[in-house]
């Protein structure tokens, strides 16, 4: 089955506890993508990767990084977790540029005390 | 800035009605525009995508285009209670790897 897997679904840290969250997808998709949702706020990117070891800031990148060392994987990383990054977040990829439309994941809810 | 605006709703309709969703978009190159159903505590999930200006239908779905307005709407025929969800607005321009979305039209289809 064509899928964005992302892990885990659910998680609580403590404030500056490094984390990483995982993305792998299995549709060869060159295009990557990470977004966080917050209520009356909508999807906001944070960062992109159009292809391995190609990587660009979205709209909050900001706290977050992110690598790209192999076609299948895109990990979020939050090294020094805050509780404003408190959040549902999505991967998601695209076989171009997403001018066909994305794939998502299926969500992580991150909560940091 | 790049701005998708949609009415967060609710949208309430009956059972068997059409439901209508609108969006409108500020960047006049965008080129591609989607349509999204998120349920709650789920993904965004694509139902429909359009690239040129008038109409195009799937199921019960119809999608408008309007680039000299810079307008698009969603229609959803013979709406049913599983319809109720939240619906995005996508919109990307050419040459942009960076798509806006807009914070979504709630709707609520009622027995």
């Known amino acids: 089955e064509a899928q964005v897997t992302q892990n885990p679904r659910y998680l609580i840290t403590v404030t500056g506890k490094k984390l990483t969250v995982t993305c792998s997808q299995n549709?060869?998709?060159?295009?990557m993508s990470w977004y966080r949702q917050d209520p009356g706020l909508g999807l906001r990117q944070i960062y992109y990767s159009m292809n391995v070891e190609v990587t660009d800031k979205g709209d909050v990148p900001e706290g977050y990084k992110v690598s790209r060392k192999e076609k299948r994987n895109f990990p979020l990383i939050l090294e020094s977790p805050s509780p404003n990054q408190t959040s549902l977040y999505f991967c998601?990829?695209?076989?171009?540029?997403?001018?066909?439309?994305?794939?998502f994941g299926s969500g992580t809810r991150l909560t940091v005390v | 800035q790049k701005e998708v605006e949609q009415n967060s709703g609710p949208l309430s309709v009956p059972e068997g009605a059409i439901a209508s969703l609108n969006c409108t978009y500020s960047d006049r190159v965008s080129q591609s525009f989607f349509w999204y159903r998120q349920y709650s505590g789920k993904s965004p999930e694509l139902i429909m995508s359009?690239?040129?200006?008038g109409d195009k239908e799937d199921g019960r779905f119809t999608a408008q285009l309007n680039k000299a307005s810079q307008y698009v709407s969603l229609l959803i025929r013979d709406s049913q209670p599983s319809d109720s969800a939240t619906y995005l607005c996508?919109?990307?321009?050419?040459?942009?790897?960076?798509?806006?979305f807009g914070r979504g039209t709630s709707l609520i289809v009622h027995p």
């Open positions: 549709m060869n998709h060159e295009y």
């Open positions: 359009i690239y040129s200006n």
């Open positions: 996508a919109v990307k321009g050419g040459g942009s790897y960076i798509p806006t």
């Open positions: 998601a990829s695209s076989i171009n540029g997403g001018d066909y439309g994305y794939t």
